[in-house]
């Protein structure tokens, strides 16, 4: 399928784009950069780091952490019955998330998310996209992700290597209202802090419900 067909590039761009990376603490710090050719800006979150836990326990473990982040939030819907369920999370949520300078964002997210799993390697790849509502009607944030699980180096046998990196590319649909106002480019930028934030907040629950599960396993 056209779907299926978009994963498995992603995969391909996954199993390039992490190689060569070295080890270090980080976990998800988008930096702002530039793409001179298309004379956009983007953010980029690259880390490598390692999960004191056996592969395939600490994949297995991330994927079902990434369902459940969904599943247990009343205000988000989880579709589960499409095709290949076991290595597909489909979500669809709306959800307000509050700026620290007393704005209130309402906030629209799809994402989909498929596994592959291989001989000694799992990789994750997903597709998003954040969309603003009310005031921030026509900001939206494309995302991109890729991570690769795999065993760890000799002399860490009950380790696993982890790399990802995530892309966000925003963009801003020149609405009516938003030409007829000087802020436009200040709505734009206030939408993409506070989604990021926003994500950050699934990633350190993520981070909680996987370290969760590991111990439940031992």
């Not at 390039?16 to 270090?24: H, I, Q, R, Y």
């Not at 998310?113 to 001989?119: G, I, L």
């Not at 009607?137 to 696993?160: E, F, H, K, M």
Request: net charge neutral; hydrophobic share 40%.
């Amino acid at each position: 399928s056209r779907g299926g067909n978009c994963f498995l590039n992603l995969r391909v761009v996954a199993e390039t784009a992490v190689d060569g990376l070295t080890s270090n603490t980080s976990f998800y710090k988008p930096t702002r950069k530039r793409d001179a050719l298309r004379n956009v800006d983007y953010f980029e979150s690259i880390s490598s780091f390692t999960i004191p836990s056996t592969y395939p326990k600490a994949a297995n473990a991330m994927f079902d952490s990434m369902r459940q982040v969904h599943r247990q939030n009343p205000h988000r819907k989880l579709f589960e019955t499409i095709d290949d369920l076991p290595n597909t999370i489909a979500v669809k949520f709306r959800t307000v998330f509050h700026c620290e300078r007393g704005t209130v964002l309402p906030l629209a997210l799809i994402v989909v998310m498929h596994r592959f799993v291989e001989p000694g390697r799992t990789v994750l790849v997903w597709r998003g996209l954040i969309e603003g509502e009310g005031e921030f009607a026509g900001t939206y944030l494309d995302s991109t992700g890729w991570c690769v699980l795999r065993p760890a180096g000799i002399g860490d046998v009950d380790a696993t290597d982890v790399r990802t990196c995530i892309h966000l590319v925003p963009t801003q649909l020149r609405l009516q209202k938003q030409l007829e106002r000087s802020e436009s480019t200040m709505d734009i930028t206030v939408f993409t802090e506070s989604a990021m934030r926003s994500a950050q907040q699934d990633k350190l629950e993520l981070a909680r419900l996987m370290q969760e599960m590991l111990l439940d396993c031992l």
